[in-house]
């Protein structure tokens, strides 16, 4: 059904901002009518608490990097670094075993540290490290080797998903406490969504403007990239490659360097992320 279904009506920028407006409108309408209603279904009033606001907020970047990071890093490994789809699968599902199985263990650690914040600003770095990470991986990268990146992704449920779970709840009680972790649903709903749809925008773009690199610089009157385009063929068809597949791997080496531009865009936001939980006073 999907693929006989018309998406050409949604591609229209202005139907797109309409609806856009149309959204927010609704949602807006929600919130106003829950904050004036005297048994609300979701307590909005709860965002007035600064602790749980700024617990929110750290939540949906949380959520937003890490989902975008694991819409990106599959369609990387396999069309940048040439690695079976299926094996990075296996590979992301063996390194969230270790870490939850990590987490198990750190809940008694954690409940010794005093500034719990400390975490959350250790795990935006470990985020930025990770992402660091995936752009240092050679074309020549075995898939074992994506682990230990993996693993320190894994972390992050640790460092900063848990701290915040103690620290967003702390000042609330009873009925409130339940309205809260409604809305921290609704919040990590929306910032998934947010984050897929990140990873989607940014690798299409990406995408489409390395090919629009490629056409006007790989040509005869580029002499740069045209001797480099060949000398990286040359170095595949020392290690054995025929000259089609010389050549394929050359532009994959191409699109695995544009590819990880992205990384380096996500490691900024965790950046981004690191500084702004460095400097509020809210939540420690």
Known sequence: MLQQARFDFFSHPLRLVLFGLVAFGLFGHFVYSQRRHPTPRLNMRLLGNAMFASGLW???????????????????AEHGLGIDLTEVGWLMTFSSLIGVAFSLYFLDIMKKVRRRSTLVLAGFVVFGLACLWATWLPAEVESVDLLPMLLLRSTL???????????????????EFSHGYRTRYIVRSLSMSFGTTLGTVLLQNRQAQQGVNLAASVNPANHAVTEWLATLQRHFEMAGYTAAESHGAALAVLQRTASQDLFYLLAALGMVAFLIALIQRRLS
Do not use: K, N, R
Request: charged share 0%; hydrophobic share 55%.
């Open 58 to 76: 750290f939540y949906f970047m949380y959520y937003l990097l890490t989902t975008a990071f694991s819409y990106l890093f599959p369609q990387f």
């Open 157 to 175: 449920t640790v460092l900063i998903a848990l701290p915040l779970a103690g620290m967003t709840y702390i000042f609330l009680q009873g009925h």
